[in-house]
Nanobody, 125 residues
């Protein structure tokens, strides 16, 4: 099973950009569907983006479509989330997640079996 470590969070002004990284341990990273979720204070964890094994298929929440881009480098065991045109409502803790036994529900937190510790993203207005 992989272990996940996120990095790249921080404080940015509205309209700015951040790039999150999620480094995975283990030799079987390419066998995992990877996702990004976020959780704002007082709210439930919500789906942000997901990417399949080869990176050919990506999925996004409507709220981030056109602004965020998920990608992966299987040689580096890393998945990325490029976030552009950030808004104050994007403020949240962002979590990376890995799914070894994909069943199709990339948007559901229950689909994923391994989670990172999270990285804080704060967008000021």
């Amino acid at each position: 099973q992989v272990q996940l470590v996120e990095s790249g969070g921080g404080l940015v002004q509205a309209g700015g950009s951040l790039r999150l990284s999620c480094a995975a341990s283990g030799r079987t990273f390419g066998n995992y569907v990877m996702g990004w979720f976020r959780q704002a204070p007082g709210k439930e964890r919500e789906f942000v983006a997901a990417i399949k094994w080869s990176g050919a298929n990506t999925y996004y929440a409507d709220s981030v479509k056109g602004r965020f881009t998920i990608s992966r480098d299987n040689a580096k065991n890393t998945v990325y989330l490029q976030m552009n045109s950030l808004k104050p409502e994007d403020t949240a803790v962002y979590y990376c997640a890995a799914d070894r036994y994909y069943s199709g529900s990339y948007y559901s937190a229950n689909e994923y079996d391994t989670w990172g510790q999270g990285t804080q993203v704060t967008v000021s207005s």
